[in-house]
């Protein structure tokens, strides 16, 4: 599943980031700015919603 809160900011090059979700799954997400843990990742997509 691609929905759930970032635990882990594996890496960001600028345009996509490689995060691991509370889920255990690690995807890769676009992300115009580094995500912080806590962010919110819903349907493989880096939530704007707070």
Do not use: C, F, Q
């Not at 997509?45 to 707070?50: H, K």
């Amino acid at each position: 599943m691609n929905t759930g809160v970032i635990v882990s900011v594996l890496g960001w090059n600028g345009e996509s980031a490689y995060v691991e979700l509370s889920s255990g799954s690690t995807i890769s997400i676009k992300a115009s700015h580094r995500p912080k843990l806590g962010d919110w990742v819903v349907e493989g997509e880096l939530s704007t919603e707070l």
